[in-house]
């Protein structure tokens, strides 16, 4: 097993049109956090997709992220998350948006992903900032003081 194969299968699948699919893309998930490299978060973040058939089963690549925490520090992972979001972003959006919405309601891996952000480059912020006001805008109620926090924050 290697990871090049392994991030290939969980490519090949991701849209979860069949069961077929959605066993190897679970498998291909399952391999890929056996080598517990929180690096590996980059390959996890090229099976979310826009169009996928399943999302209950694609919710099981955003648990699979979110485990690293076990493994490093939230910190690590968030910024494997982070440097991630410009390679899946024009198909996977949607996803990259349900798991910013889930950075933002937890107060510590908000904290961690400001300390992150604010030092990555203008074209990353460009987009975070996008995001950002499209969660506030989609939720004022829920996140418009927690997206202003994170804007604040990456200044």
């Not at 090049?4 to 849209?15: A, H």
């Not at 049109?17 to 956090?33: Q, S, V």
């Not at 990555?120 to 987009?127: A, E, G, P």
Request: with cysteine.
């Amino acid at each position: 097993m290697n990871i090049v194969d392994e991030v290939k299968k969980l490519q090949e699948n991701k849209l979860l049109r069949t069961n077929e699919e959605i066993e190897k893309f679970e498998e291909a998930i399952d391999n890929i956090l056996s080598f517990e490299n929180h690096e590996h978060i980059k390959h996890l973040c090229t099976g979310f997709d826009d169009n996928t058939k399943d999302d209950e089963v694609m919710f099981s690549l955003v648990h699979a992220i979110e485990s690293y925490d076990n493994i490093v520090e939230s910190r690590l992972s968030l910024k494997e998350f982070l440097y991630a979001i410009p390679n899946v972003y024009s198909y996977a959006k949607g996803w990259v948006i349900i798991m910013n919405k889930r950075i933002l309601n937890d107060d510590n891996s908000l904290e961690s992903y400001i300390d992150v952000a604010k030092n990555c480059d203008n074209s990353l912020k460009m987009i975070l900032i996008e995001l950002m006001n499209e969660i506030k805008k989609d939720n004022s109620e829920r996140f418009s003081q927690v997206v202003d926090k994170f804007l604040l924050g990456i200044k």
